[in-house]
């Protein structure tokens, strides 16, 4: 994060499996206004981790670059996305005795958040949010903010969220193998919900579906908080896999026919539509059915749309989703997908893009930029501590400095 003369700018980076987002944005007086975007193709991660840290760091550089180039603006720092399989989340309680004439004070909220995250967790993972769900004090629960009001004890419910450090720990070289420092570590559907969900589909219930290259990341909310989230190590280029394996063309040439002519309904399909099938080695291009095409597609998505929905009757939240299913992510820009998802989880589906942000608005309009707007959007929310953090740095160097001037001079 930096300051300019209008607000402080800060940028969210989204490495993900395919591709790398970054979004510039400035936090002022209306909210957050955007300044810019860079994206750049990466195949240094899979999955969510990194697998070669060369050209993940390349990847970051463009990203960032053609951000710069778009806003005139250096970017010295980022608010960073974690995703994939290796993110655990679980649900925690804790109960403590209010002291202090029994009036709960910031010490008790604290100190019973501070006992709802103490589980012990294996040494390769660490705490990346403690989110609240409710507070109860005494009998009365559904409490956002117990602070003030007067009982003997208070409980806590949260969502805990864990990362794998070693996991962490690479991504976090990459980026500062990149010139950059890091603001924040963030949960990338986290970031994505905060980017492309109402607070009334947060109150009645919805499941937000990040759907990527490598995997399908969920995110249930009810009643204003995280209930639930889980990780499907398949997405977008396990289907142009099977376009690739059914058509016999290159992986490349696959996606771009699934993006391009794709559809995960064949009912929504033509009998006479044709796409047209790249030539490989020297051969000329052919037509094919454009139906044909959707025939190998739509299996597989409906495939992954099963697994998500025995994921959301295992976490006991079917009844509470009044909302239905937010789709975001690049994946979900596949045509046809939003009806094969209300088809599979008979529930009301729509593709989510960024929203609640001003200035440059449409250039983030892609889903593919949720999660890198939804880093910028919780950069927002946290300025004010970032750039406290940022001082008591700089008063510490310039302490250290005056303390070596005075020692040796």
Same mark, same amino acid.
């Given at each position: ?314 976490? *006991?939240?079917? %009844? ?7 789709? #975001?992510?690049? /994946?979900?820009? +596949?045509? @046809?997908? &939003? ?19 001003? *200035?440059?608005? %449409? ?7 949720? #999660?890198?707007? /939804?880093?910028? +959007?919780? @950069?927002? &929310? ?28």
């Amino acid at each position: 994060m930096m300051e300019t003369v209008s607000g402080p700018v800060i940028a969210g980076l989204d490495v993900g499996s395919s591709k790398v987002a970054t979004v510039v944005a400035r936090k002022g007086p209306d909210g957050l206004e955007i300044l810019g975007v860079g994206r750049a193709d990466t195949d240094g991660m899979r999955k969510g981790a990194v697998v070669n840290v060369d050209a993940t760091v390349k990847s970051i550089q463009q990203s960032v670059g053609d951000a710069e180039k778009m806003t005139g603006l250096s970017i010295r720092s980022v608010f960073v996305g974690v995703s994939g399989p290796l993110i655990k989340s679980f649900n925690s309680h804790a109960a403590i005795s209010v002291r202090n004439e029994r009036e709960v004070t910031d010490a008790d909220v604290a100190r019973v958040l501070e006992l709802a995250k103490a589980v012990e967790l294996p040494n390769d993972r660490e705490v990346l949010h403690v989110l609240t769900q409710e507070f109860i004090v005494d009998d009365t629960g559904g409490i956002k903010d117990p602070r003030g009001m007067t009982g003997i004890r208070l409980d806590a419910r949260v969502h805990v969220v864990t990362d794998d450090v070693p996991g962490t720990q690479n991504l976090v070289k990459c980026v500062e193998k990149a010139e950059l420092s890091i603001d924040d570590i963030v949960l990338g559907p986290l970031a994505s919900a905060n980017a492309v969900l109402t607070p009334e589909e947060k109150e009645v219930g919805v499941v937000l579906l990040d759907f990527g290259a490598g995997t399908v990341e969920m995110a249930i909310f009810y009643d204003s908080a995280l209930r639930h989230t889980f990780v499907l190590p398949l997405g977008g280029a396990s289907i142009t896999s099977d376009v690739a394996i059914g058509l016999k063309v290159p992986w490349a040439d696959a996606e771009v026919l699934k993006t391009s002519s794709g559809c995960a309904m064949i009912q929504k399909v033509r009998r006479d539509e044709l796409v047209e099938l790249p030539g490989v080695g020297g051969r000329q291009p052919r037509p094919i059915r454009r139906q044909y095409l959707s025939e190998i597609i739509e299996p597989r998505a409906e495939e992954i749309f099963g697994l998500v929905r025995r994921e959301i009757l295992r976490s *006991g939240f079917e %009844e509470n989703l009044g909302a239905g299913v937010v789709l #975001t992510g690049g /994946g979900s820009l +596949l045509d @046809g997908l &939003s009806d094969l998802g209300e088809r599979v989880f008979q529930l009301p589906v729509r593709r989510g893009s960024p929203i609640g942000v001003g *200035g440059l608005v %449409e250039v983030v309009s892609s889903p593919c930029y949720a #999660t890198a707007a /939804g880093l910028a +959007l919780y @950069g927002s &929310s946290m300025a004010e501590v970032v750039a406290a953090r940022e001082e008591a740095r700089e008063a510490g160097w310039f302490e250290r400095v005056k303390r070596f001037i005075t020692d040796n001079f």
